[in-house]
């Protein structure tokens, strides 16, 4: 499965907090490789590790020690600014509490990355009505977050994470504040996203949700509990409604 | 991002919180407003100034003559005459910096009309006094040469006497009025110069030529010029020189001693004039320094509502920065939308001050005076005040971790 340079590789990084005169160590000694195309769920209970995992591998943060190359390309180093084009440019975020921008059209949330990426209006627009259209929700571009369900919600939140074409989406528990049915057509997309060739970083706790990936990696205590693969389970979004549907009736 | 950008997405932060942005800028706009208001009403007072002394005449020095001095008791200047017909002639034609001169002889007497009487100022003076003082006739003609030299009984008529003797619509071009039992002809009327700025009726007074003055008014042409003399420098800025011209010229017609007092004195109406601009300058800048400070409350307010703006809106930060904003692009946006706000308050501040100087300037009955410079300086230094009361929330932002930002509630 793994191809010739894996897309993220970390090398016996570890993370160390400092608070007050204790010292946290939240990752010891992690050694991973995701090639790409992969999707990878990492579990774990709370404190295992797994959001400091997650935003080392997210760009957000730097190891205290340790190599992570992403692409074939040391970044554990890299300063502020370097780490911000990187998120831009070869990442998309997804969030448990989606994180748009309030009182901004769904259009508008979508072109923020590109914003920053330095593309002209006319292209911002036309890339992001493109990706809206993509998570099914071209109908929608200029309805504003507090106009629009959870689910809805989140599918802009996965427009604007690949909108720059990423190749690596990393997602913080994105099914945590939706229902069943809702959760199941979020990693239907996710699916289909990573049969596009992007590879999916997924934080979750619930182990229903887990089973959509090609791989679980667990967490304990800052290290790597046990790492398997699975044949990922297909999201049917239609045997989700209907069993919905069922609960739903007395 | 480019500096457009980054000014749409300040503009678009802004809009989503209209109400806050209004009261955020409010300051700057009342403290640019207050800048701009004062220095228009500064600049109206010291034009109404320069109007007041315009009015009384341009480029004036009067020259008194000496004084008496009888048993210790000395009495002021212009109590014994000590000025010549010969000195006004000397005065006219040997003093370059000197454009007019005419003797100004004044007493009070009473106007008779066909059914009326004023009792008023009665002045000789010659053709100058008109040039010297800028005051043309609102009607009729005004005394020439011919009649100075002649001795001609022709009168002009100040507006305040035509309204007391004739009612204020009437022409009296033509009538024969009656000074001291002596029949004039109101050859012409001056135009309405009104107050001084001491509240002297300028047009509370006639104008006879002073040989006719002379002649019947005060008893025969002597030596001696019972009055002062009236001169007008070539230009304002050669008061100065005439005088000293002046002085020199009378010290040595009067042969007067190096050492020795001046039997004449020389009072110059223009240093008058700019020791009162002096006066409004100040106090222009007092108004203006206090408009000032007022501007400067109105950017802390800017940089208090734009660090209370970071803290709510860390969350919005710390998505922008996942997303691939750089600290500089979230600094950039918060230093952008300070600025925008005191901007656009200057901007508005400056609309509201022009509007209430006008309103001002209309209730006090002053010019209204804008000074283009001061605009300027209220909109640039209202900007400036965005920058700097902006920088420091600007960087906190910028410098805020993604992560924390993100979980922040």
Not at chain 1, 103 to 121: I, M
Not at chain 1, 143 to 152: A, D, I, K, Y
Not at chain 1, 219 to 241: E, H
Not at chain 2, 366 to 391: K, Q, T
Request: net charge neutral; glycine share 10%.
């Amino acid at each position: 499965m793994a191809t010739a340079t894996p897309l993220i590789q970390v090398e016996h990084i570890s993370k160390v907090y400092r608070m007050g005169d204790v010292e946290v160590h939240a990752l010891r000694d992690v050694s991973l490789s995701l090639a790409e195309g992969e999707s990878v769920a990492v579990m774990g209970p709370s404190g295992s590790g797994k959001s400091t995992l997650m935003n080392i591998l997210g760009c957000l943060d730097r190891p205290s020690a340790g190599r992570y190359l992403l692409a074939g390309e040391e970044v554990s180093q890299l300063d502020r600014n370097a780490l911000a084009k990187l998120r831009n440019r070869t990442l998309g975020f997804v969030f448990q509490s989606f994180n748009l921008l309030a009182r901004t059209s769904a259009l508008e949330n979508v072109e923020l990355p590109l914003l920053y990426a330095g593309l002209s209006a006319r292209e911002r627009h036309t890339r992001a009505r493109k990706a809206l259209e993509r998570v099914g929700l071209g109908e929608r571009m200029h309805h504003h977050p507090n106009q629009m369900s959870g689910g809805q919600q989140q599918r802009v939140a996965v427009a604007r994470a690949l909108v720059t074409q990423p190749r690596l989406i990393v997602a913080d528990e994105p099914t945590g504040n939706l229902d069943s049915r809702t959760s199941v057509e979020i990693m239907a997309l996710f699916q289909e996203l990573s049969r596009a060739g992007i590879t999916l970083l997924l934080v979750t706790h619930e182990p229903d949700i887990a089973r959509y990936t090609s791989r679980v990696v667990v967490m304990r205590d800052g290290r790597v509990q046990t790492d398997r693969r699975q044949p990922p389970l297909v999201a049917d979004v239609g045997a989700a409604a209907a069993e919905a549907a069922e609960m739903a009736s007395p | 991002m480019n500096p457009l950008q980054v000014f749409r997405v300040a503009i678009r932060a802004l809009l989503r919180n209209k109400m806050r942005s209004f009261l955020t800028t409010l300051g700057v706009i009342i403290g640019v407003s207050a800048v701009i208001a004062m220095v228009a009403i500064g600049e109206g007072a010291k034009a109404r100034v320069a109007e007041a002394f315009a009015s009384m005449g341009s480029n004036i020095l009067i020259v008194l003559s000496g004084s008496t001095t009888s048993g210790g008791a000395r009495g002021g200047f212009g109590s014994m005459p000590t000025l010549t017909w010969d000195d006004l002639k000397a005065i006219r034609s040997d003093a370059s910096a000197v454009r007019y001169a005419t003797p100004q002889l004044r007493a009070n007497a009473s106007v008779i009309s066909e059914d009326q009487n004023w009792g008023t100022g009665v002045n000789g003076i010659s053709p100058d006094y008109f040039l010297i003082r800028d005051w043309p006739v609102s009607s009729g003609t005004t005394i020439n040469p011919s009649d100075v030299e002649g001795g001609a009984k022709v009168v002009l008529l100040g507006q305040t006497v035509v309204d007391k003797l004739y009612g204020s619509s009437a022409d009296p071009v033509g009538q024969t009025v009656r000074i001291k039992m002596v029949p004039f002809q109101v050859i012409g009327v001056l135009a309405r110069k009104g107050q001084s700025a001491m509240g002297q009726d300028y047009d509370d007074g006639v104008f006879i030529p002073y040989t006719t003055f002379s002649a019947k008014i005060q008893g025969g042409l002597q030596k001696f010029i019972a009055g002062s003399i009236m001169v007008g420098a070539t230009s304002s800025d050669d008061t100065a020189r005439a005088e000293k011209q002046i002085t020199n010229l009378l010290r040595e017609r009067h042969h007067i001693a190096i050492g020795g007092d001046d039997d004449f004195s020389i009072r110059n109406l223009t240093e008058m004039a700019s020791a009162q601009q002096e006066g409004v300058n100040t106090l222009t800048t007092l108004l203006a320094s206090i408009a000032a400070v007022s501007l400067l409350v109105g950017g802390i307010g800017i940089m208090n509502i734009m660090l209370v703006s970071v803290t709510e809106r860390t969350r919005e930060i710390g998505i922008r920065m996942a997303v691939g904003a750089r600290p500089r692009d979230v600094m950039a946006q918060f230093l952008v939308e300070a600025l925008t706000l005191s901007f656009f308050g200057g901007l508005i501040g400056v609309a509201l001050g022009l509007f209430a100087a006008n309103r001002l300037a209309s209730n006090f009955g002053w010019p209204i005076l804008i000074r283009p410079d001061i605009i300027g300086i209220a909109v640039g230094f209202s900007g400036l005040v965005g920058v700097v009361f902006g920088l420091y929330p600007a960087q906190k932002a910028a410098r805020l971790d993604p992560i924390d930002a993100l979980r922040f509630e």
